[in-house]
């Protein structure tokens, strides 16, 4: 099986391992091409990207790599955009803001909440993308049966067995079962958040045994022995995100690589406070104000767009309270390394993992 | 590794398979001797048991086998004892132990909200029980050298990082890690429950970096996919508690055995409902009415003293919505059979496991 597997296959992959399409800078050209030219799947974070920025990004990367790469991107919903709760929000964060000897821009409606999806996947058509990935729900028929008769593959995201019966139902190629491990925002769509937190060691047979796709793994893996145990519960491959993040070619803000490296096991909660969207991080003050807020956090992606600001600002001042410092529950132990070393560590790690465990 | 660690070892077992002692009168001596027969460890869960019925239970279970077995209980804790809270929780209880149509006792204070643990651990030392484990805490230095000085083997529980340093430097033998996955209560000593629902996957290898001693991975293991992955993670061996649940010998009831073996990955929550103490389990009726029961409810082992009497009506009548429904998030791997013929699907799962990620 290793490191043959359906999903090397499936992908035309050396070993089965994709970086996840984190969103928000740290998916760099340099970081997706790299993963890429190592054997596994680089990931451009394309979420909040706009097309023109994910049309230079991709042309980066085929310059870097002449292997297969995905995409991903975020599949809107329908939100409420109540504007009193907007407006309480907007007040709140000029106090911030104001602490933080910030130019406040809090109290302007931004202009957009979101990038626009249909222009998004547009991009990922028109530059015949190997590989697209994408969160939050399911895009329509029309878009699957344009990306498959376009030979891109088409990976979707399961956080139950429901939403990856779902998933295979429409026609996806492979099935990302994220484990409540897992770093950054949850994928759910079907159900609330919190009756979909379902630990990887649990989630990964339970979709393997419903779905005939490949399933990938992801939360909580940050090494060799993550993998074969990801291999052993079922899963095809693993897709894996923290452990990317404090790689040189990572875009991540260096004090946030900092964070990532001297977190412990205990460190992270999930939170709505920085985009309106459960997502798991380091816990930090903007986190522990949210909590205490007592008014409503307006929804995904509207607080998303209230927050940028702050948390742009706060990078700037190296101030990692107000930054969104997303990584998964194992996140302690990232390593600082290049790609290729972590890479060749992963490996070795399969190979040392699988040794240990015969006899 | 397989199937010799360092787990079977310490114990002298066959295989690395412990049977959780799970209280509430499911791990009969049937049970216990069984898994111990087959080579396992059967435990005995005796939390809520008296001396005499522990004494009982331990006599049965050697007269069933001459193989080692444990014990395992409740280290208690300081809890606040508001007669306020308990007054009103008494009289809502009466109120469903009206509609249900039974004998309210509600409006009784319990003799005794808890056994003695001095007592019980007086069993264990005197029965010179093979496998002494314990959750909730840690018992003080003189009643582990005692245990040790009795050839007993000392196994502790942790859900952090934190919780399993603790633990290593009390002397303990071996440590359970209890990921987020697992069924029943939770184990957590150190700090907020919430703050300590780290995943197995991500628990397993940060505790097995840190502590020198066999780790016992728990939470989410099923079959023999979940052994392998937990000796991936670099765990000695597994502790399984909902996976032997609905086995013949389990002394469960047949409608929570029916609950278990026709749950999802989504059915359960964690909840103080039942207890007084994070726990997690199916979700039904009573749970939903605690959700929303709007007041405090009383610290662990009083609501658990206070709710005994309607479960135990609600077992009689077969309502499972009264009843504590303990379970895992891969409680729907679960499969009705024996101890014996569960024994040997495990083990010849670990071969068909180890056999499918080699290559």
Chains 1, 2 share one sequence.
Do not use: C
Not at 35 to 42: D, F, K, P, T
Not at 180 to 195: M, V, W
Not at 235 to 246: N, P
Request: glycine letters at 10%; aromatic letters at 6%.
């Amino acid at each position: 099986m290793w490191p043959h597997t359906k999903l090397t296959e499936l992908l035309g992959i050396k070993y089965p391992i994709i970086q996840a399409g984190m969103a928000g800078g740290s998916t760099t050209p340099e970081l997706v091409a790299a993963v890429s030219n190592a054997g596994g799947l680089g990931t451009l974070g394309a979420g909040y990207m706009a097309p023109e920025q994910m049309r230079k990004a991709i042309a980066d990367i085929r310059e870097r790599t002449d292997q297969p790469f995905g995409v991903n991107l975020f599949v809107p919903g329908a939100y409420e955009e109540d504007m009193q709760v907007i407006f309480q929000m907007q007040e709140y964060l000029k106090g911030i803001e104001t602490r933080l000897g910030i130019q406040s821009t809090s109290n302007r409606k931004p202009g957009i909440y979101a990038e626009s999806f249909a222009e998004q996947l547009s991009v990922i058509l028109e530059e015949n993308v190997p590989v697209f990935s994408f969160t939050f729900g399911i895009p329509d028929a029309a878009a699957i049966e344009a990306l498959h008769s376009n030979q891109t593959k088409v990976i979707g995201t399961a956080t139950t067995v429901k939403e990856a019966l779902l998933l295979a139902e429409r026609g996806v190629d492979a099935i990302v079962a994220q484990g409540s491990e897992a770093g950054g925002h949850r994928g759910t769509f079907l159900q609330s958040f919190e009756s979909s937190l379902v630990g990887t060691m649990a989630l990964v047979p339970q979709i393997a045994d419903r779905v005939r796709l490949p399933v990938i793994a992801s939360g909580g893996i940050m090494d060799g022995r993550g993998i074969v145990a990801s291999l052993a519960l079922g899963a095809a491959g693993v897709q894996m995100g923290t452990a990317f993040l404090s790689s040189f070619e990572s875009g991540a803000h260096s004090k946030y690589k900092e964070r990532i490296l001297t977190s412990s096991d205990d460190s992270t909660v999930i939170t709505r406070a920085f985009s309106g969207k459960p997502a798991r991080g380091i816990k930090n003050e903007f986190i522990t104000m949210m909590d205490t807020y007592g008014k409503k956090i307006p929804h995904y992606p509207i607080q998303n767009a209230l927050t940028k600001e702050m948390r742009k600002a706060a990078a700037g001042q190296e101030n990692t309270e107000y930054m969104s410092l997303w990584a998964g529950q194992a996140a302690s132990l990232s390593q600082l390394a290049s790609v290729e070393e972590l890479m060749s560590r992963l490996i070795r790690g399969v190979t040392d993992t699988l040794h240990s465990i015969q006899e």
